[in-house]
């Protein structure tokens, strides 16, 4: 795995062979725990074989902006999403055009926490309007006195960040052409997520459900990932509480952390599963696959949604395990036969009625393991996601950086005021500020 100083001189090619195109890689890394961690972890040790990447995590993107004066990348790669962990790249992404990578295709969480947590409010009115050009500015004043949440999924925050790309890359073809349709001129493409082969040791899976008190016999539901509301856990905690009063033997893991889901134990006690819910709390990496082999069926719900595909689900089709997802707009492309597909006008009856289904019907399960796992094995592969990232990084770094005269002011801010004041009171002049 790459560590966070995972930045390394390399000399080119001997003789006449092309020099390979060195790229800049923003995006977190662990201990860092996120998504995307694991997804740069997994990708970017395969795609060296043929680019020079060095890696850019927070603790060391200082260091980007004196090696590229010293030796200018051919390509600045940014794995943005809406989690605190990629915060640290918006200072970078006007000066330095690339390849952004949106792993989330609404922004506007993430611009509003930077923003109105450094009370820069001028900043994010401006960036809004930019955004949103007929919006109410009424709402600004909304959101700065901490009453957005929810609702900031109605607004994208998307404009500047494609404004400022060579290129924007999703992982959703649906996605990618309302991009399009929305941004018209701007270079959108899609690009296949990919998740390794998923197994596990042939005792791992009755090992955790020991562990976890979980009967050998009983149908287990898992929710991989980040235990927050948009995972729909409150629905699953009611559809759960449902098949317990039919008597089935069913039982729910909650695989993941729980810091922003304060209300999970009152929850727990008020549909009275307590008994049939466990809450691992965060597991590493690699013990997701034992987890995964305990399970007969797995949760992977979503919304609101900031149009994101999930890794935990295709992890979970990798895995041969039968899946639950919500019914949106930018899943449409996915085959009916690859998932059971939850109704969110009728969430509850619908969510309830899909694990009936999968508690009883053990064909069922099989059938739908089968055909999620050859759908990952068509589509999400690493050696898919390797692919599509060869074309775009060398497509990308081919392309100009575009005119973007017209982003709000403050993206052009060199944010040396505080220097410059304190070189005036010591009554010397630096050649930097001059």
């Not at 690009?191 to 791992?204: C, H, K, N, Q």
């Not at 509480?241 to 039982?251: F, N, P, S």
């Amino acid at each position: 795995m790459p560590e966070e100083t995972d930045i390394i001189d390399r000399p080119s090619n001997p003789g006449s062979e092309p020099r390979p195109l060195r790229i800049a890689w923003f995006s977190p890394l662990a201990p860092v725990r996120s998504g995307i961690s694991a997804y740069t972890a997994e990708v970017v040790p395969l795609l060296r074989q043929w680019f020079v990447i060095d890696i850019y995590p927070e603790a060391t993107a200082h260091d980007f902006v004196w090696r590229a004066q010293r030796e200018p990348y051919d390509l600045v790669v940014y794995q943005l999403g809406n989690s605190r962990g990629h915060d640290y790249m918006w200072g970078y992404l006007v000066p330095y055009p690339g390849l952004v990578v949106l792993h989330d295709a609404r922004l506007h969480h993430a611009r509003a926490r930077l923003l109105l947590s450094q009370d820069r409010h001028d900043d994010y009115r401006r960036e809004l309007t930019f955004d949103q050009p007929a919006i109410n500015i009424a709402f600004a004043e909304y959101a700065i006195a901490g009453l957005g949440g929810p609702i900031y999924y109605f607004w994208p925050m998307l404009r500047s960040v494609i404004r400022a790309a060579k290129m924007v890359a999703v992982h959703s073809e649906t996605v990618a052409q309302d991009l399009r349709d929305a941004y018209p001129g701007a270079a959108v493409e899609a690009l296949r997520m990919g998740v390794p082969d998923i197994s596990a040791a042939s005792e791992a899976g009755a090992n955790v459900r020991r562990a976890l008190s979980l009967p050998a016999d009983a149908t287990v539901f898992a929710a991989f990932g980040k235990v927050t509301p948009e995972k729909r856990v409150s629905a699953m905690l009611q559809s759960i509480a449902t098949l317990k009063r039919e008597g089935r033997d069913a039982y729910l893991v909650l695989v993941g952390d729980t810091d922003d889901y304060p209300t999970l134990a009152d929850e727990l006690d008020a549909n009275g599963v307590a008994d049939r819910v466990r809450v691992t709390g965060y597991v590493t990496d690699e013990a997701v696959a034992d987890y995964l082999a305990a399970a007969n069926a797995c949760l992977c719900l979503r919304w609101p949604t900031a149009l994101e595909t999930s890794a935990s689900w295709l992890r979970c089709l990798a895995a041969a395990k039968a899946t639950v997802i919500t019914d949106l707009a930018h899943t449409s492309e996915i085959p009916s036969a690859v998932a059971l597909r939850v109704d969110l006008l009728d969430e509850a009856a619908s969510l309830a009625n899909a694990m009936r289904r999968l508690a009883d019907d053990h064909q069922l399960r099989v059938a739908l393991s089968v055909a999620g796992h050859a759908y990952w094995a068509a589509n999400h592969t690493m050696d898919a996601a390797v692919t599509d990232y060869r074309r775009l990084l060398t497509t990308a770094a081919g392309r100009p950086a575009p005119a973007i005269g017209d982003l709000p002011v403050h993206f052009f801010a060199d944010h040396s005021t505080t220097a410059k004041a304190i070189v005036r009171e010591m009554d010397v002049s630096v050649d930097l500020f001059e």
